[in-house]
């Protein structure tokens, strides 16, 4: 098969796969992370779609042609980035924002194609690879922070988590190089190239994104929130060993903490998050956060699990139930995190401490 066949079977393949994946992610009721994925897939979908009838034409003499569809193609890059900002900062992406990432593309494109000058195409390529390489920069600096605020406000991470975003980075620099080898080396090798790293890059990064779950702007608000916080003389913390003791301001919240975590069990609940527990006291979410970072000096996420480790040694000491029942049981969302948590409290595996009691 020639060059050129295969090249409009990629080219077909494509098509069906963005648009495929532009109708899974633009469904009603999905969080806007989600819809930019479905818009930028829909982006790509048009710009393959826009190539088909010209591929005969794209390995001629005429340059001006070519680096016109690169240059409209050039407003995928700012959407790229627009994914990576609402995963790390919920809620951040705004339509002035987007507009103004857009600008600097915009105006490249048009400078070319007014002055027909290879410096504005060069330099158009040039930004974007600087682009694609301050965000991926950002992205990394940004994941710690995100899972500290998740932390925070979240007593589980499964399906929240962004740890495949590293991986997830890779592609996107690994698609963005491919597109620039293409870019500057054009030919149905180079085209062919493109396509395949960009279809096999995209699969793998449309499996991870849609079994994301939704994470609430609490995560970006927990950090950015100015609201006042009361100053009290310094209360006890509540923790899983000891019970409430008395301070001049905060009496009734710590034991309504108390209550709710050593009577009604509260940390039972697998999807239990800061805002939930707040709602239950009645305080501010913001307060209480502060509360278990400074004064119980761990975050809401070590507190519960502290609660929940500790109802498994009860179970594994007096029941025969599989540790995935246990895990489940104790509020556990899964046995990898009951196994992690159990053996950071304790010093030594699930398994190990049921074997140690049975002595």
Known sequence: ??????????????????????????????????RLIGAL???????????????SFFYTDDCFRDRLSTCLDMVTVPVYAMVLFEFCRPGSVTLRRGLLAELPFLIFSLLYIVFV?????????????????????????ELPVYHRRLKEEYSYDEEINLHWLRGVMIFFYIILAAWVYQALFKGYFSDLVYMTVSLV????????INRQD???????????????????????????????????VDEQMV????????EDKIYLNPKLRLSDLAARIGTNRTYMSQYFNHTCEQSFYEYVNNYRVRHSMGLLSDTDY????????????SLSTFRRAFIQK???????????MAL
């Open 214 to 248: 939704v994470v609430f702007r609490e995560v970006v608000g927990s950090s950015s929130e100015q609201q006042p916080c009361p100053q009290p003389a310094v209360p006890a913390p509540v923790s899983v060993e000891s019970s409430p003791q008395t301070s001049d």
């Open 255 to 262: 034991a309504d903490i108390y209550k709710a975590f050593e």
């Open 322 to 333: 599989t540790l995935e029942i246990i895990a489940e049981m104790s509020g556990f969302n």
């Open 41 to 55: 897939m829909l982006l790509i979908a048009f710009q393959y779609i826009k190539d088909l009838p010209w591929v």
């Open 117 to 141: 000058n290879s410096f504005f195409f060069y330099a158009l390529i040039a930004m974007s690879i600087a682009y694609g390489t301050w965000c991926a920069v950002w992205t990394l600096h």
């Open 1 to 34: 098969m020639e060059l050129e066949h295969i090249l409009y079977l990629m080219y077909g393949m494509c098509i069906m796969f963005h648009l495929m994946m532009a109708w899974i992610f633009s469904r009603r009721g999905l969080p806007l992370s989600k």
């Open 201 to 208: 890059s995209w699969s793998v990064v449309c499996y991870f």
């Open 346 to 356: 304790n010093g030594c595996s699930p398994q190990q401490y049921r074997s140690e």
